[in-house]
Each structure stands twice: as C-alpha cells, then as structure tokens.
C-alpha cells in the first residue's frame, strides 16, 4: 500500500446521470477527506471521516452529493442527477491519527467530465 | 473566514535560478500549513508542512518559512530545474472548533525553462 488509490481516474457523464467514484485511503489512516477542484482554483473541502463515522460536510456539498465509508476503510462519493457545474477534479486525501502533526496524502483524483 | 492568497498566480524563470513563492492568510489562528505540488492533470504531491510553533522546514532544495503572527508563508526553490515546473498550492488548517479541512490559495504555476 503506497499510496491513495482513486477510481477510476477519468469519468465522462451525461447530465442527468447518477456517478459513483471510490477512494481507497493508506490503510493505518483512520481520517478521510474529498475536495473537488475545479480548473484554476485551489481544492474546495466538501467532507472528512474519522473511521466511518462522517463528521463534518461543507455547505458545497449539495442533497445530490452523499459519502460514504461503511467499514471505516475505502469512501465512496456519489453524485446523483449531475449537472454540469459538477464537472470538476474530485480529490480524496487520507491522514492519521494526531491530525495536528500530520499533513494531508492526497490520491490523483478522478476527473468528472459532464456533457 | 479563512482566506489564502498566493501570488504570483504564474512565474516563469529560467533554468538554474533561485525563487520565492508567496503565501498569505488573513486569519493567524492556524494549526499548520502545507505546501503541495500539483502537475497538469493530477493529484497533489506534498512538500512540506510546517507547525504552527515552528517557523521553517527544509527538504532537500525547497524551504518554506512560517511566519503565522503576520499571516505569511514561503516556499524558496534553490537551483530550479525544468522539472520543478508545476503549479504550487498552499494550504492552511485553520484552529477552527474542531475542523478538519484545508483553505487553499489559488496556486502558483511555475515554469522553469531550460
């Protein structure tokens, strides 16, 4: 385990469609977190996990948008009914535990591409 | 509101010289900040992270500095080399009731020509 796993790596939708996008964080990470960036802007926080437990989700995250991390191992983000302002590079990250002297591992993102 | 700005939003240097990057935050009240590499297309490399009580970290050619009272940070690439060329971000986890997340700048792309 070397690193953050995201899949798949590119995702080309219709608007309308549901997506579903997975991270597999490094595994003794116990904190989970996914941001989207969209082109020329610095990553935006949409939610973090502790374990499975979701702890904090940011107003960006709209009815359409719902976490999960149901074993407290790899996160699933879906977007449902997607639209074209989704189009963005959707981001994951994993830390561990004493988040406060650790920084962030970030995946390589899965870029979603609404048409 | 946390707010981080970096500037110059896009430097262009040539091959073999020394820069600083530049990054400021409006709010003191932070844990940490951190400085990612991203390349065209990707994911975010790590850096560097710097405490809240320190005030630089080194690795190799890069140095950053905190300097958390007047809400500025900076990274200095010694020797650059066209394969430094990337656009860097700052992020910053503010002291916050608990939160988790990053405030990140905009970034600053980078190109080093040969």
């Known amino acids: 385990d070397t690193g953050v796993s995201q899949n798949p790596r590119h995702k080309i939708t219709k608007r309308g469609q549901n997506v579903t996008f997975r991270c597999d964080p490094i595994?003794?990470?116990?904190?989970l977190y996914w941001y989207r960036q969209t082109l020329g802007q610095g990553p935006e926080f949409l939610t973090y996990?502790?374990?499975?437990?979701?702890?904090?989700k940011s107003r960006l995250l709209s009815d359409r948008f719902s976490a999960e991390r149901p074993k407290g191992s790899f996160s699933t983000l879906e977007i449902q009914r997607t639209e074209q302002g989704d189009s963005a590079m959707y981001l994951c990250a994993s830390s561990p535990g004493r988040w406060r002297d650790y920084g962030y591992t970030f995946g390589s993102g899965t870029r979603l591409t609404v048409v | 509101k946390q707010e981080v700005t970096q500037i110059p939003a896009a430097l262009s240097v040539p091959e073999g010289e020394n820069l600083v990057l530049n990054c400021s935050f409006t709010d003191s009240a932070i844990y940490n900040l951190q400085w990612f590499r991203q390349d065209p297309g990707k994911g975010l490399t790590s850096l560097l992270l710097i405490q809240s009580s320190q005030r630089e970290q080194t690795s190799g050619r890069l140095n950053a500095s905190l300097d958390k009272s007047s809400g500025r940070s900076t990274l200095y690439i010694a020797a650059s080399q066209p394969g430094d060329s990337a656009t860097y971000l700052c992020a910053v986890r503010p002291d916050m009731g608990g939160s988790e997340k990053l405030v990140f700048g905009k970034g600053t792309k980078l190109t080093v020509n040969p």
């Open positions: 996990f502790q374990n499975e437990a979701q702890l904090e």
């Open positions: 595994s003794e990470h116990n904190r």
